[in-house]
């Protein structure tokens, strides 16, 4: 900590001249995958994203072969949207929030390997195809069915710690991360933990809590949320810090709960 009052961040102290960027490539879709190396010059600052589009203003390999820009997804480059999510040097994150610097810091080299998910089919390059995801809200519902645009009067009110939880659910931005950390989520093995969390998100709602016989019976099936190992990989990669493994808790008591007694509602 400085001496006033700010905390330093580690600097390196002797940074190379060029990062070399190893990039896990594939021209289309079920083509074969095949490695390439590139070399950036270092400045200070950089991310994930900023070193790529130095590649794609010169796509040209370390050793000095003529290739075809790198393709990958980005949108709001602040950690909100969750669509440049990659493996960087064997860790699944955001490419925007991955700064050079502490990536160098972490490996002590000037290798830095970038993959795209392998949970997901790989469309091109870095760039993966996220609809399961998607198709796993629908599965459960995770949204509020509006009955008209009518007053419906002032919903129940949440305690603080409730409203809380549901905030921190509420922060999930599809990106993928649990899914590609976690073992048992193979495609359609297994719903995983975003699902379970946007579940748990709208059954706690005042309003939501009315379908919530429907998104328990959409984590019953065969890809439900039985197939849970428990490796708890998931809060381990979180960029957003959701307590996944908390709503996979909550949910499967849930589940318990309405099976035993979901009769007396008949």
């Not at 946007?198 to 099936?221: I, V, Y």
Request: hydrophobic residues 35%; contains cysteine.
């Amino acid at each position: 900590m400085s001496a006033d009052g700010h905390i330093e961040k580690k600097r390196l102290e002797n940074p190379p001249q060029t990062i070399d960027v190893k990039i896990k490539r594939r021209e289309k879709l079920g083509g074969e995958q095949f490695w390439e190396t590139f070399s950036v010059p270092y400045r200070r600052n950089l991310n994930v994203i900023s070193v790529l589009m130095d590649i794609r203003k010169n796509p040209v390999t370390k050793e000095g072969k003529e290739t075809t820009p790198p393709v990958w997804d980005m949108s709001c480059l602040e950690q909100v949207c969750g669509i440049c999510t990659m493996v960087i040097n064997g860790r699944v994150r955001q490419s925007c929030s991955a700064l050079i610097d502490d990536l160098l810091l972490a490996t002590g080299n000037n290798v830095i390997t970038l993959e795209p998910m392998s949970k997901f089919p790989n469309v091109r390059d870095l760039k993966v195809d996220r609809t399961p995801m998607f198709e796993h809200l629908k599965k459960v519902q995770a949204w509020i069915e509006l009955d008209g645009t009518h007053d419906l009067g002032p919903a129940d009110r949440m305690s603080n710690e409730q409203a809380q939880e549901r905030y921190a659910y509420s922060r999930c931005m599809t990106c993928g991360c649990c899914l590609e950390a976690c073992p048992q989520y193979y495609e359609d093995n297994y719903i995983g933990p975003q699902a379970i969390a946007q579940a748990r998100l709208f059954n706690m709602h005042p309003t939501g809590k009315m379908n919530m016989d429907e998104r328990l019976e959409g984590l019953m099936q065969e890809d439900g949320i039985t197939n849970c190992g428990n490796a708890q990989n998931c809060v381990q990669v979180c960029p957003m810090s959701i307590p996944l493994t908390k709503a996979i808790y909550q949910t499967n008591r849930d589940i318990t709960i309405n099976k035993l007694f979901g009769w007396l509602k008949k």
